[in-house]
């Protein structure tokens, strides 16, 4: 799952469940043994695709890709036609519509099974009332990427043990971030980004639990902060105001304008190792990021109720997403795993040459193990959203870090308070 992805719009909860309750239907018209995956575009590994059927001779596999799985998913749950036995969804999305699921821990999906994945991860696939709605695949470890070269040439540390303990304070980030500016070169890219990886390190989703629900909280001293912290980095001319695969993000990497920033590692492939190609062997990760570890919860795995089988169903699920498979879903298509067997593996204990030699996979895997589940709601993702493009608005409209706070506050607040 990439960035985008992660920052698409998420549908309401009370339209979701308006829809989808009117559907009774769970059959999806497969037979038993047939076992349809429907998937987005690079958020299963191409070893899990490839290997599938001869892992589950006895069963009929068939993948579906496309780019627009909540609409099909959507349509498939309110008609109870065509329903896939396994889709890459968002369990915290879809929990308004819970009955709709299977519950794997009931299927295969074992306390001993759970426990080879990142635990906060697991977590994030359980409802309130004990339900296991998901799967894990990736995660999204928070880290720091920069051009050793360029932090050299501006008297800054290049080891990433050092450049991490810099990076870990917003003070020494910002200190970091301006002897980089000097050089006339940006050491962050989207201030935007800014605020929602600092609400990502405090585990912080604008929710609140209150007995076993969750509520909204909006205007939160975490959330005011981060935002505050941003428009500092932003309004001091700190940060590129770009965002991440823009044309000028890309532009900016290929003219060594843009040598640092804040990214999970699907930034790696198609995004940095393709802009900044030719500086291969100058780049490396940093482990820290200010104020903590960070992840994002990445996709998981869910299981509408059709007629397959759905103990067929959990097991073809465990076998996608195995310590092997997330492996090669890392080296090959830029998925960070979530299974604990996959950091040992030697896809991601290698050197990689385009971080000099740097064994840049265990640096990630350390963030993971650490970074704290975030508390979501079905709406996390778009408050986020209204707040980060009120950041990047400001970089261009001149409004005070008050201003500008407000106005998010207030158009998120009417959307989605309660």
Do not use: H
């Not at 990439?2 to 497969?30: E, F, I, M």
């Not at 695949?137 to 303990?165: K, M, Q, S």
């Not at 310590?323 to 298509?333: I, V």
Request: charged share 20%.
């Amino acid at each position: 799952m990439n960035r985008k992805q992660l920052l698409t719009s998420v549908l309401a909860a009370s339209l979701l469940t308006t829809a989808l309750t009117a559907c009774s239907g769970d059959s999806g018209g497969s037979s038993s043994d047939e076992v349809t995956i429907l998937y987005r575009p690079g958020s299963l590994s191409d070893s899990a695709i490839s290997g599938a059927q001869n892992a589950f001779p006895d069963a009929k596999i068939k993948f579906i890709k496309t780019a627009d799985v909540d609409t099909k998913l959507g349509a498939a749950l309110r008609t109870g036609k065509n329903l896939p036995s396994i889709v890459t969804a968002d369990p915290i999305r879809y929990a308004p519509t819970a009955s709709k699921f299977t519950d794997v821990s009931k299927n295969g999906f074992t306390p001993e099974v759970a426990a080879t994945y990142l635990g906060w991860k697991v977590d994030l696939g359980r409802t309130a009332s004990g339900e296991q709605l998901g799967v894990p695949i990736d995660v999204g470890p928070l880290a720091y990427y920069y051009n050793a070269d360029a932090f050299e040439e501006a008297g800054l540390p290049t080891d990433p043990d050092a450049v991490g303990r810099l990076v870990s304070t917003w003070d020494g980030y910002r200190s970091l971030a301006k002897k980089v500016r000097a050089d006339d070169k940006f050491a962050c890219d989207d201030p935007g980004l800014l605020f929602y990886y600092e609400t990502w390190s405090k585990g912080f989703g604008f929710y609140e639990k209150s007995g076993d629900e969750l509520e909204p909280d909006i205007d939160n001293n975490i959330g005011k902060t981060a935002f505050d912290r941003a428009m500092d980095f932003q309004s001091s001319g700190l940060c590129a105001n770009v965002m991440a695969y823009s044309n000028d993000w890309n532009s900016g990497l290929s003219r060594g304008e843009i040598v640092g920033f804040l990214q999970p590692p699907w930034v790696g492939g198609a995004g940095l190792q393709t802009a900044a190609k030719k500086q291969s062997g100058e780049w490396r990760v940093a482990t820290a990021t200010p104020d903590g570890y960070a992840a994002a919860d990445g996709s998981m795995l869910m299981l509408p109720k059709t007629s397959t089988d759905p103990a067929l169903a959990t097991k073809v699920a465990i076998w996608l997403t195995n310590a092997t498979n997330q492996a090669s879903g890392y080296t090959k298509n830029g998925l960070f795993p979530s299974a604990l067997g996959a950091y040992k593996s030697p896809d991601l204990t290698k050197p990689q040459a385009f971080y000099g030699d740097q064994p840049a996979a265990s640096t990630l895997a350390d963030i993971s193990e650490k970074a704290p589940r975030i508390l979501k709601g079905v709406d996390t993702d778009a408050i986020n959203g209204i707040f980060q493009q009120s950041i990047r608005d400001a970089a261009t409209n001149g409004d005070s870090a008050e201003a500008a706070y407000d106005e998010a506050l207030e158009k998120a607040e009417t959307q989605f308070g309660q």
